[in-house]
């Protein structure tokens, strides 16, 4: 098993100086996935917090080859590149031994919304890439206004809570479940707080051959208004409420990596967010039974697909 | 800085100064709390080197020895992720700081 | 030695893919651009190209895809048309930003709404802005040299630039032609090794491309990026020279047909020229002095060369193939009034609308233009500055 110490010696690929907020969880995932692998790594990243706050030209914060085109087609911008490897080395102007890993990355945005048909696309064609998507739930760069994976409930600045509405009306899209239906090698769901599960589950993504997701949950204290300090609780609270479980499906067989204790309620996710605060207002208490009931049937299946 | 004329720029918007960034001192963003390294309490699991946003966590010699001001935020992960009940990272109060300038 | 072969215009830029081999090619299936990615998929699955053939799940990624290729570090084309191009929209002038010399093949075909496959300009011209070179071609062979000539103009190292090569939808992208084919290994010598400029794939050098530029580098960036179709001038004439001295087949900015002694002067571009050139034949034999210019490449537009080439006209008449509604004239019109504009004595100019998706322009039509023009150049006045030609009224 990796020790911190030993990752820590390791050349980072993502160095300080980059503007994400205080307590922001994307360097996080990516100060262990980016370890995740030795090999020459080039990167394809979609518009978003990340890219925007880690490129401002003069200044770069990659130590690492980082390609950015525009904010739904990190995944075929990547898979162009891939392919221009395959070209090259069948062609001779690569050497065969020559080993690089190629890695889209985008927000949930950027993955779930408007770049899911470019993912789609991508690992049905089967290249070999891995794809990492960081969910923090909203369009964080742009001000948090709401995605396809922003939970019931929350309020974003498009989805706002209201004298006539509690938040967002709609139940998360299930990203993951549509990645395991592309029928792909390899499939997870992974948190910064679960370092070594993140670290493992990386470490097969690269490895292993054709396409690889990984959808990881991404602190965002900004958009999501908690204390930021307390991020790494609570992303541990989102595993122990199973509002963000921990999977992986590989070679269409599924492993659940974690299983909480004692089940934690949804109550305990939701009561130190901002962005969940007005789901106390009596009216609304429905929304928090309500998603609490879609959090117990998701985890119920998944138990079921993982024969548990 | 002395900032490029169009003709000196690398064609088609490239920076291949890889990890200047570190030139950028996030620390000036820091305001009214830092964190505290204290040595004898450091089981050196590295934690705080895991989580911290800012890449603030001075690692030397395979150890964590403190801070790096220059980067570090304040944002008070690395404290409450360190795991010793006598904590080896605390948050202090700071005065507060003019911006790009420290007032210590 | 090159053979004749017949082809349409599609199998004819197929047939130059063939040849050249790029190392990545990805396109996606529209009317009328379609069977050139049939027949790229056809040969790769025949083995008789080695580089990578990629099927996108649409026209956003296939330009996506060319956008990582190409940063990677190689040879890359694509082909589409119409809506498929509009789908591209945001990826051409990223490809155009970021100095990828991408080259493209489109079909040119009208734009919906309504759908119509049928031919015009509107795709083609509506991207003018992108930053990308673009090259119009009258026939299959013009189509097939052109393409060739695409590579090397977008490649050179002063240019870097994406090229695309229009060829009119049905009119030439489904018309046999019998055309003279070269040798693959001439058309290979011709166009050279791939030359890198930062490749990704070199890892060694870890680089950050496309980073987000706030106002103090944006418009660097840009003006930085003008310069290389700036610089292609002169390197579309060499190369339009260089394969004129190769193939026998010379290229420049634009065709001048009868034009010597011409006073009245029609300018278009693409298949309607050929059309164009009989109704020229007519009118002179009937004693009008009259001529045609072809513009070939729009974009960098050789506006200064096309002025000298139309300053002692008496009157022209610009037809453009695509609309600008709410502009004073179609786009075409507008570059050539605009090139006139600093001489103190400058011709009378109108500007024509024809062929919006795929409407008949026969030689009548032209007929009528020149006499339209016959009749300015002798009043002195243009009554309508602007009109539409074979529409019903
Ligand atoms: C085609 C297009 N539409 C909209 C935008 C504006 N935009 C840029 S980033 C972004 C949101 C990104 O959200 P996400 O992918 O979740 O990443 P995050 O900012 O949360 O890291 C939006 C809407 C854009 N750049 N391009
Ligand atoms: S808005 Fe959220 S995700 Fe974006 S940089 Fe700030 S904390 Fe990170
Ligand atoms: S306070 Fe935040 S930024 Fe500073 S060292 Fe601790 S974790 Fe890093
Ligand atoms: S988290 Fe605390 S105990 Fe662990 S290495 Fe850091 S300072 Fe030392
Ligand atoms: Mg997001």
Partial sequence: MAKLKDLASMEDRLVAGHGMCLGCGIPLIFRIVLRATEDPLIIANATGC?????????????????????????????????????????KGRIPEDKKIKFLGVGGDGGTYDIGLQALSGAVERGHDIVYVCYDNNAYCNTGGQRSSATPLGASATTSPEGAQSPGK???????????????????????????????????????IEGPAFLNILCLCPTEWKYDESQGIRLAQTAIDTCVWPLYEVENGKYKINYLPKEKKPVLDWVKSQGRFRHLFKEENAWVLEEYQKQVDEDWEELKKLANL | MKKETWKELTIGTINLDAGNSVKNLTGTWRSGKKPQFIEENCIQCFFCWLYCPHSAIRVEGEEVKGINYDYCTGCGICSVECPPKEKAITMIKEEMKLAGGSTE | MSTLKTLNGNQSIAEAVRQIDPDVMAAYPITPSTAIVE??????????????????????????????????????????????????????YIAAGLRLPIVAAIANRSLSAPINIHGDHSDTIGARDSGWIQIYSE???????????????????????????????????????????????????????????????DTS??????????????????????????????VIEAVGKEFGLKFGREYGFFEEY???????????????????????????????????????????????????????????AVLDRSSSPGAFGAPLFTEVRSALYDYAERPKIVNYVYGLGGRDIKVEHFKEVGLKLEKIAETGKVEEIYGYINLRE
């Fill in chain 1, 50 to 90: 990340l890219e925007v706050c880690t490129t401002i030209f003069p200044r770069t914060s990659w130590n690492v080859t980082w390609v950015h085109s525009a904010f739904e087609n990190a995944a075929a911008t990547i898979a162009g590149v891939e392919s221009m490897y395959k070209a090259l080395k069948k």
């Fill in chain 1, 169 to 207: 009306l709609q139940r998360r899209k299930d990203l993951t479940k549509i990645l395991v239906a592309h029928n792909i090698p390899y499939v997870a769901q992974a948190s910064p707080n679960r370092w070594q599960d993140l670290y493992k589950k990386a470490q097969k993504a690269f490895e």
């Fill in chain 3, 39 to 92: 027949t790229i998929a056809k040969f790769k699955a025949d083995g008789l190209i080695a580089g990578e053939f990629v099927c996108p799940e649409s026209e956003h990624s296939a330009m996506s895809v060319c956008i990582g290729a190409s940063s990677a570090g190689g040879r890359v084309m694509t082909a589409t048309a119409s809506q498929g191009l509009a789908l591209m929209w945001e990826m051409l």
């Fill in chain 3, 139 to 201: 026939n299959c062979q013009e189509a097939y040299d052109n393409f060739i000539q695409a590579f090397r103009i977008g490649e050179d190292l002063k240019v870097r630039t994406p090229v695309l090569v229009g060829l009119d939808g049905f009119i030439i992208s489904h018309s046999m032609e019998v055309i003279q084919v070269e040798d693959d290994d001439e058309v290979k010598k011709f166009i050279g090794e791939y030359k890198n400029v930062f490749p990704v794939l």
């Fill in chain 3, 205 to 234: 050098r870890k680089m950050t491309v496309g980073p987000i530029d706030f106002t103090d580098y944006y418009f660097e960036h840009k003006r930085n990026q003008i310069e290389g179709i700036e610089n292609a001038p002169p």
């Fill in chain 3, 258 to 316: 009868r034009m010597d002694d011409a006073e009245l002067c029609i300018v278009v571009m693409s298949s309607a020229a050929g059309t164009c050139k009989d109704a020229v034949d007519e009118l002179r034999s009937e004693g009008k002095r009259i001529g045609l210019l072809k513009p070939r490449i729009f974009r960098p537009f050789a506006h200064q060369k096309i002025a000298e080439a139309l300053k002692k006209m008496k009157a022209i």
